[in-house]
T-cell receptor, first 114, second 110 residues
């Protein structure tokens, strides 16, 4: 039973560039949430996708956008990268309407913006 | 503003002792609460969740919830050096979105 997978593992970009991160949810899950975790902080919710639509969004600018595909996998896109975008980006999968809303995280993508 | 507060630590305990980790939350509408363990450089790993007032036990871990006081805790019995990590408390904010605290670093010394 495959868990949550993310790619790439690490990424280095320069300011102003654009980046795309990818996530495949755990088998049987249909909902993908993205979080940003800066060093020394807890994860911050970016947005959530279910049935290929953005369902919830946290307090992030529209430079952050996403997509969900029919196979439930998801992408996170960040445009016009800033130094402050350097962080660990986490994808979490869950089952929509699941009783306890348990979310399981992938290994993350470490993004460094120079 | 929905907030989850945790003491950043570090909390230092000797091997074999009980470690007690605490968090408070601001949103009375939160219905379920989660404890994640995060080793340095790794992603958070779900330890357990709780949604009813009282205690919930799972092996060496016990989660406690007091909704009246908006307080959640995690007890780790017989602490081991391998338990040394940052423990994140999270509250369900609706539609499967989680609000996390900053985490408490736990150090278990042999």
């Amino acid at each position: 039973d495959a868990g949550v997978t993310q790619s790439p593992t690490h990424l280095i970009k320069t300011r102003g560039q654009q980046v795309t991160l990818r996530c495949s949810p755990k088998s049987g899950h249909d909902t993908v949430s993205w979080y940003q975790q800066a060093l020394g902080q807890g994860p911050q919710f970016i947005f959530q996708y279910y049935e290929e639509e953005e369902r919830q969004r946290g307090n992030f600018p529209d430079r952050f956008s996403g997509h969900q595909f029919p196979n439930y996998s998801s992408e996170l896109n960040v445009n016009a990268l800033l130094l402050g975008d350097s962080a660990l980006y986490l994808c979490a999968s869950s089952l929509w309407g699941g009783r306890n809303n348990e979310q399981f995280f992938g290994p993350g993508t470490r993004l460094t913006v120079l | 503003q929905k907030e989850v507060e945790q003491n950043s630590g570090p909390l230092s305990v000797p091997e074999g002792a009980i470690a007690s980790l605490n968090c408070t939350y601001s949103d009375r509408g939160s219905q379920s609460f989660f404890w994640y363990r995060q080793y340095s450089g790794k992603s958070p790993e779900l330890i357990m969740f709780i949604y009813s007032n009282g205690d919930k036990e799972d092996g060496r871990f016990t989660a406690q919830l007091n909704k009246a006081s908006q307080y959640v805790s995690l007890l780790i019995r017989d602490s081991q050096p391998s338990d040394s990590a940052t423990y994140l408390c999270a509250a369900n904010s609706g539609y499967s979105t989680l609000t996390f605290g900053k985490g408490t670093m736990l150090l278990v010394s042999p």
